[in-house]
C-alpha cells in the first residue's frame, strides 16, 4: 500500500517568512496530492490539490509542486501570516481506479508556527 | 449548504462499553469515508461506504468495530467493547463521487475518550 512521509514536523517562521514542507509518497499508481489545514479542535480543511498531470499549481500565497519522477511533493506558503499557524497534513491517492477507491494516505503532519 | 456533520464532537466512555459515533455527509454526497487520528498523528484510513453498502474496510479492525450508512439516515461507526487505545479522534469525509474523482470533505470530528 501507499506510505506518505512528510517533514519536517514542526517548523517555525517569523511573520512574512515563507515555508516549505515536503512530502515523499511509495506507490506510483497515486495521482491525486491534496493539502489539508487544521487547526486545533476542528477537522482537516481542503487548501489545495494538484493531480499528476501537472507539476505545479498556485492558489494566492499557497503553491504546490510535484516532483513524480522523484515521487516527491511541496507545500510553499509566501508572506505566512499568524492565522496561518495550525498543522498541515500532505495526502495521497489513487484517483478514479483500483482497489484503492480513493482512500487518502495521509503523512504524519506538521505544525507550522508563524510568529508575529 | 451545510457542511459533514458529526455528533457527538465529544464522547466519554468507559472501558466495556459501547461508542456509536454519528455522521451526515454534505447534501447530495453518497460515499462516506472514515479516519482515525490518534495523538500527535496523521489520520489513518479506516472504512469507505456508499449508501447500503461496505466498499473498502480494509483499515478497520476486524473485531470491534463496524460501520454502516443506511439508506435514510447517517454514517455510523460502532465501536463495542471499547478499550483505552480506542481513544483518539474519528473524522468522516465525504464525497459527491466514489472512486476519489472528487475530493473528500471532512467533518469537525468526534473526540473519543475511554476511561
Known amino acids: 500500500g501507499e506510505n506518505v512521509e512528510q517533514h519536517p514536523s514542526t517548523l517555525s517562521v517569523q511573520e512574512g517568512d515563507s515555508a516549505v514542507i515536503k512530502c515523499t509518497y511509495s506507490d506510483s499508481a497515486s495521482n491525486y496530492f491534496p493539502w489539508y489545514k487544521q487547526e486545533l479542535g476542528k477537522g482537516p480543511q481542503l487548501i489545495i490539490d494538484i493531480r499528476s498531470n501537472v507539476g505545479e499549481k498556485k492558489d494566492q500565497r499557497i503553491a504546490v509542486t510535484l516532483n513524480k519522477t522523484a515521487k516527491h511533493f511541496s507545500l510553499h506558503i509566501t508572506e505566512t501570516q499568524p492565522e496561518d499557524s495550525a498543522v498541515y497534513f500532505c495526502a495521497a491517492s489513487e484517483r478514479g481506479g483500483g482497489t484503492s477507491y480513493g482512500k487518502l494516505t495521509f503523512g504524519q503532519g506538521t505544525i507550522l508556527t508563524v510568529h508575529p | 449548504n451545510a457542511g459533514v456533520m458529526q455528533n457527538p464532537r465529544h464522547l466519554v466512555r468507559r472501558r466495556g462499553q459501547e461508542a456509536r459515533l454519528r455522521c451526515s455527509p454534505m447534501k447530495g454526497h453518497s460515499h462516506v469515508y472514515w479516519y482515525r487520528q490518534l495523538p500527535e498523528e496523521g489520520l489513518k484510513f479506516m472504512v469507505y461506504?456508499?449508501?447500503?453498502?461496505?466498499?473498502?474496510e480494509s483499515g478497520m479492525p476486524k473485531e470491534r468495530f463496524s460501520a454502516e450508512f443506511p439508506k435514510e439516515g447517517p454514517s455510523i461507526l460502532r465501536i463495542q467493547q471499547v478499550v483505552r487505545g480506542d481513544s483518539a479522534a474519528y473524522f468522516c469525509?465525504?464525497?459527491?463521487?466514489?472512486?476519489?474523482?472528487?475530493?473528500?470533505?471532512f467533518g469537525p470530528g468526534t473526540r473519543l475518550t475511554v476511561l
Open positions: 469525509a465525504s464525497s459527491p463521487l466514489g472512486g476519489g474523482y472528487n475530493e473528500q470533505f
Open positions: 461506504l456508499q449508501k447500503e453498502n461496505i466498499i473498502d
